[in-house]
């Protein structure tokens, strides 16, 4: 069973500036795109920020401007850099990974969940 490693998650004061990380399984020769989404309790998972093997980036509206994404040298892992953090970005993080290897074998690949709680 593929497991993915997040770490980073906690309890932070508001203004805090953590850092999440998301480590998938290493292959040769694929690619990783890899993205974070976030669901705040009782509410609908969310999209907050993806990376793309070849290193474009996207962001919610609300990570725009304090979220700062980005993938290791191996591409296999992938880091958020949240700023500015306040009680409305408390959420389960998840980070999500499509793995493409040669030209048809993907897989998707979600992780556990970090909790991350601002107040």
């Known amino acids: 069973h593929v497991q993915l490693v997040e770490s980073g998650g906690g309890s932070v004061q508001a203004g805090g500036s953590p850092r999440l990380s998301c480590t998938a399984p290493v292959r040769s020769r694929c690619r990783y795109d890899m993205s974070w989404y976030r669901q705040p309790e009782g509410k609908e998972r969310e999209f907050v920020s993806s990376v793309d093997d070849d290193g474009t980036t996207k962001y919610a509206d609300s990570a725009k401007g304090r979220f700062t994404i980005s993938q290791g040298d191996t591409k296999n892992t992938m880091y958020l850099q949240m700023v500015k953090l306040s009680p409305e970005d408390t959420a389960m993080y998840r980070c999500?990974?499509?793995?493409?290897?040669?030209?048809?074998?993907?897989?998707?690949?979600w992780g556990q969940g970090t909790q991350v709680t601002v107040s």
């Open positions: 999500k990974v499509v793995r493409l290897c040669g030209h048809s074998d993907i897989e998707n690949f």
